[in-house]
């Protein structure tokens, strides 16, 4: 982990930005819903990387609540659900 582990309990529809990821708007992931176990089911929303590469938006990343932060604790502007 590479910042304080994130608390805040995400609604559906929060971008969020993961504690691995570059920090950067096309980084940022859409929460989708939570698995019986309490990890959150995203999927990020660019269908690009920061480096032009692409990726599959429909695919669900699975994480832990507190590798998931607010985008602007790093700067980036984003509209939230909540």
Not at 7 to 28: A, E
Not at 33 to 60: A, F, H, I, L, N
Request: net charge negative.
């Amino acid at each position: 982990m590479n910042y304080e582990p994130n608390t805040t309990h995400w609604k559906l529809g929060d971008l969020v930005i993961h504690d691995c990821d570059q920090k950067h708007p096309l980084m940022l992931m859409l929460v989708m819903d939570y698995t019986y176990e309490g990890k959150v089911q995203t999927r990020y929303v660019s269908p690009v990387t920061p480096g032009g590469y692409s990726r599959d938006c429909r695919r669900v990343v699975v994480s832990d609540l507190e590798m998931l932060h607010d985008p602007k604790r790093f700067g980036i502007e984003a509209e939230v659900a909540s």
